[in-house]
C-alpha cells in the first residue's frame, strides 16, 4: 500500500522560498516516476517536477530556474525546494508516485501517469 505524506507547505512574501517534503511508504523511490502536482484555486491540478531513477528530472516551464525537485532514497523522502516564489505558486502541492516508466518522459506531466497521491499542501504566497 503506497502512501504519500506532503509537509513543509505555509506562506511566504513574493520572491521568498520554502522546501516541501513528501514521505514515502510501500514504493520503490528508485524503480518509477515520483513528482510533484499543484492545484489552484478555479484552475487544473498540473505538474510541477518530477525525477526518476536515471535521474531524469522534468519540470514545468513555469517553475525552471526556481524549483528543484531531489529525492533521497535512504529517507524515503521527495523533496521540492521552491526558491523567488511567486503569487501565482499559490496552490496545493501534490506529492504523486507512478507505476509506470515512462511518466516522468512527457512534458508536461499527466495527471493521469500517476496512480497514487498524497492529500496536499498549501502554499500561499503574497
Known amino acids: 500500500h503506497v502512501q504519500l505524506v506532503e509537509s513543509g507547505g505555509g506562506s511566504v512574501q513574493a520572491g521568498g522560498s520554502l522546501r516541501l517534503s513528501c514521505t514515502v511508504s510501500?514504493?520503490?523511490?528508485?524503480?518509477?516516476?515520483i513528482g510533484w502536482f499543484r492545484q489552484a484555486p478555479g484552475k487544473e491540478r498540473e505538474g510541477v517536477a518530477a525525477?526518476?531513477?536515471?535521474?531524469?528530472?522534468n519540470y514545468a516551464d513555469s517553475v525552471k530556474g526556481r524549483f528543484t525537485i531531489a529525492s533521497d532514497s535512504a529517507q524515503n523522502t521527495l523533496y521540492l525546494q521552491m526558491n523567488n516564489l511567486k503569487p501565482e505558486d499559490t496552490a496545493v502541492y501534490y506529492c504523486?508516485?507512478?507505476?509506470?516508466?515512462?511518466?516522468?518522459?512527457?512534458?508536461?506531466?499527466?495527471?493521469?501517469?500517476?496512480?497514487?497521491w498524497g492529500q496536499g499542501t498549501q502554499v500561499t504566497v503574497s
Open positions: 504523486a508516485a507512478s507505476l509506470g516508466a515512462g511518466a516522468c518522459h512527457t512534458n508536461p506531466l499527466r495527471e493521469a501517469d500517476f496512480n497514487n
Open positions: 525525477i526518476d531513477r536515471d535521474p531524469l528530472t
Open positions: 510501500g514504493y520503490n523511490m528508485w524503480r518509477y516516476c
